[in-house]
């Protein structure tokens, strides 16, 4: 599967942005979505995750309350809004899949960048 992340850009302090991952193939409802974020000089972190049929998220702890991820199957298509942003949230985000049962992720997009001023 071939991911696309699109979306970023620059915002203030308190802004909102919404990420979206476009997927190619036949499969994509077949795969676990996650997002990851790399900051400069930092190492890439986990940010959040949903299931093949949207049935379960989970967020790291410092996203949670003001990021939330959906999936669009019939558009193959996962989002993450992401509102009450902090500075701290700057950084390149990620899409990534994964087979269900399988720990690691095995494809991943381009990445996207978002900037948060203060």
């Known amino acids: 599967v071939q991911l696309q992340a699109s979306g970023g850009g620059l915002v203030q302090a308190g802004g909102s942005l919404r990420l979206s991952c476009a997927a190619s193939?036949?499969?994509?409802?077949?795969?676990?979505m996650g997002w990851f974020r790399q900051a400069p000089g930092k190492d890439r972190e986990f940010v959040a995750s949903?299931?093949?049929?949207?049935?379960?998220?989970d967020y790291a702890d410092s996203v949670k309350g003001r990021f939330t991820t959906s999936r669009d199957n019939a558009k193959n298509t996962v989002y993450l809004q992401m509102n009450s942003l902090k500075p701290e949230d700057t950084a390149v985000y990620y899409c990534?899949?994964?087979?269900?049962?399988?720990?690691?992720?095995?494809?991943w997009g381009q990445g996207t960048q978002v900037t948060v001023s203060s």
């Open positions: 990534a899949a994964r087979s269900s049962g399988v720990i690691t992720y095995d494809y």
């Open positions: 193939g036949h499969t994509f409802s077949t795969y676990v």
């Open positions: 949903i299931t093949r049929g949207a049935g379960r998220t």
